[in-house]
């Protein structure tokens, strides 16, 4: 059987999140838009190959070339779709108090809530183009902020995602112009769904 690219609903109303700074016809342009070019893209660019029943992970690190500045298509597109599912699901009108376990963890590796969302923030300010910046979790339990260039993923190097923020031009710019240090300020203060985030924990 065929697995192929699917185009989730969002998991909440288009306009569920206009008071938290994310208006609806950003998500109407984001999810059924751009999210929709990787499912399609994907999809045509799959057909006849080895991937075509593959699982999406297993696409996505098979396709992945840890050598290339510029990833191949059927990376590009597989690794973008995984990546707004996680980013559909990390944010929500619900789930705003972080859950102890997750606020311990972050002030253990972090030194404070604070000082994850800052580090995060300088993450996200920092990547250059259009990309993520991400918490993780490592193979040992770590937690790490990261950053990855285009459509690259945690995934790509073994780690867990938790939260990850989409740092494309067309996740904020109809919203927040060319300010990405406000959204990502109000991504972490208004939009995350921390709820979701402790839940990734292993």
Known sequence: MTMAF???NLPY?????????????????????HHKAYVDNGNKLIA?????????????IGTYDSGAVAQNGVFNNASQHWNHIQFWEMMGP??????????????????????FKEAFTVAG?????????????????????????????????????????????????????NKRPAYLANFLDNLVNWENVASRMK
């Open 94 to 115: 619900t789930g705003r108090a972080m859950p102890s376990e997750l606020e311990s963890a972050l002030s253990e590796q972090f030194g404070s809530v604070d000082g």
């Open 13 to 33: 109303a288009y306009d569920a999140l206009e008071t938290s700074g994310m208006s609806k016809e950003t998500l109407e342009f984001h999810h059924d838009l």
């Open 6 to 8: 699917d185009l989730p």
């Open 125 to 177: 300010i920092g990547q250059f183009g259009s990309g993520w910046c991400w918490l993780v979790q490592k193979a040992d339990g770590e937690l790490s902020v990261t950053k990855t260039e285009n459509g690259v993923n945690p995934l790509c190097f073994g780690e867990n995602a938790l939260l990850g923020c989409d740092v494309w031009e067309h996740s904020y710019y109809i919203d927040f112009r």
């Open 48 to 60: 006849g190959t080895q991937w075509e029943d593959k699982s999406l992970e297993e696409i996505i």
